[in-house]
């Protein structure tokens, strides 16, 4: 009798669990919330062969093709043979290159020099029907019946000679990837061996089966959360790190809607229902709906195809759409309801290039957190803002207006009604210089994937703070 209601309780207790609703966070912002963070290999086009090892000017760029007669014959030594023709291609530009060609079987061989910016290990690829040789060496065999994959080898900085052997007509496409690319998440997990838990058994990336990921205007995968949820099926954004934080905390089910656009400002794209018009230096800037974003004072504005506050009606229209639609979008979690548990902003790139916008920026941000809490009925849902952190503490002068307003939203003593419901997470600790990312590229934080995913782990510490009442 014990057993049987203890049993019966351990059900109710379940079937009580299941029927909680599950937690959805909204994440906004421009580029960088969309996700530019680095998951994958550097996968480039190999344009930067060229005819010689000394010569790396754009005009150089190429190889020379050299028709010999005969099929391929692996035992003959061609650098010795003399071709029927040859004839020098820009490589990456076939099919648009018209090949010389000769009667009957024919072997061509692609040759040029590849120039390694980065020491490391790489692969190459060339087209069907080919063999790759780099330094000599054969790296990858698309011609013979035994297919394999490419080889991977670790090749010092500068310029190595490379072929390309074609039974028949040649195509001169050829690729490569760097597995040992400084900041990719691919070399900080996979080859590293940090944060062992974006991986699955098998060594590949691994999915939540508790956090969903929905993306709407951009970064629009829409799938049980892993890598790929960023700006392409290779890069991230936060929500990567945030997700697994929450997931991690959470009971319930987690659902990550993130409405994103890059190169949009505050206080013109996604400018709130609650802003007005205001002048600054003998002009008058928009307001909510207003159009275009400024005038000269007196005169009669003529709009333009873009408003004030467009982008913010583009990205939560489509995010009240998603969730009017529930069920309908996410059956595996039908009849069960949702509740908005928490906000995360990500974004001051664009208004940091005007003095006026910059200006606005904090009296903007305030009015962005009561409208989005007042848009999706959540007035004391906790809100996560993320300061800008563009070359980390040596940020350059023309950021700091808008650092310091992000920050600013989380002076209690300056807005009292914010206290313990709003939090700035500062991101400055995260930069990575350019030499240890996979571009040099500030404004994207130089595409590095485990700056991104710190980032939203951040956040995610964040929200956890707030909702715990810390």
Avoid at 221 to 244: H, T
């Amino acid at each position: 009798m014990i057993c049987a209601l203890f049993s019966a309780l351990i059900l109710a207790s379940s079937s009580l669990m299941a029927e909680k609703p599950v937690k959805v966070y909204v994440l906004a912002g421009q580029s960088n919330m969309v996700g530019i963070g680095q998951t994958s290999p550097a996968g480039r086009t190999a344009y930067s062969t060229y005819v010689s090892a000394e010569d790396k000017s754009k005009e150089a760029q190429g190889c020379i093709i050299s028709i010999y007669s005969g099929a391929y014959d692996p035992d003959v030594d061609y650098s010795k043979k003399e071709p029927v023709k040859t004839q020098q291609v820009r490589v990456g530009y076939w099919p648009h290159t018209a090949f010389a060609e000769i009667e009957g079987e024919q072997t061509q061989i692609a040759r040029g020099f590849i120039h390694i910016d980065q020491p490391g290990r790489y692969t190459f690829r060339s087209a069907n029907g080919s063999i790759c040789k780099v330094n000599g060496k054969m790296v990858y065999d698309n011609m013979s019946d035994n297919k394999a994959e490419p080889e991977i080898v670790r090749y010092e900085t500068g310029s190595y000679p490379i072929e390309v052997i074609f039974n028949g007509v040649g195509r001169t496409n050829l690729s490569y990837n760097f597995y040992d690319l400084p900041g990719s998440l691919y070399t900080v997990v996979k080859e590293q061996g940090n944060y062992p838990h974006l991986l699955n058994k098998d060594g590949e990336w691994a999915s939540r089966d508790d956090v969903w990921y929905k993306g709407v205007v951009t970064a629009t995968a829409d799938k049980w959360l892993s890598v790929g949820c960023g700006a392409s099926k290779s890069k991230i954004g936060p929500e990567l790190g945030f997700g697994w934080v929450l997931g991690n905390y959470h009971d319930e089910p987690v659902l990550l809607i993130k409405a994103s656009q890059g190169n949009r400002s505050l206080a013109w794209d996604f400018a709130p229902p609650s802003s007005e018009r205001f002048e600054f230096d003998g002009k008058i800037y928009a307001g909510y709906k207003d159009s275009p974003s400024s005038w000269e004072k007196g005169t009669v504005p003529e709009p333009i195809n873009w408003y004030a506050g467009k982008q913010y009606d583009d990205c939560f229209n489509a995010t009240k759409e998603v969730l009017a639609n529930f069920d309908e979008k996410f059956p595996q979690w039908a009849e069960r309801g949702y509740e908005i548990n928490g906000f995360v902003w990500w974004q001051g790139h664009k208004d940091s290039g005007s003095e006026v916008y910059a200006s606005r920026y904090e009296q903007n941000l305030v009015q962005l957190i009561e409208s989005l809490r007042k848009e999706f009925d959540a007035p004391e849902a906790p809100f996560i803002v993320g300061t800008i952190g563009f070359h980390g503490w040596d940020m350059p002068e023309q950021y700091l207006p808008i650092a310091n307003a992000q920050l600013a939203v989380s002076d209690y003593s300056k807005y009292p009604a914010f206290k313990d419901n709003v939090h700035t997470v500062e991101t400055r600790d995260f930069w990575r210089p350019a030499e240890l990312s996979p571009r040099n590229q500030d404004y994207h934080y130089n595409q590095n994937g485990e700056t991104y995913y710190l980032i939203g782990e951040a956040f995610g510490k964040g929200m956890i703070k707030l909702l715990e009442g810390k």
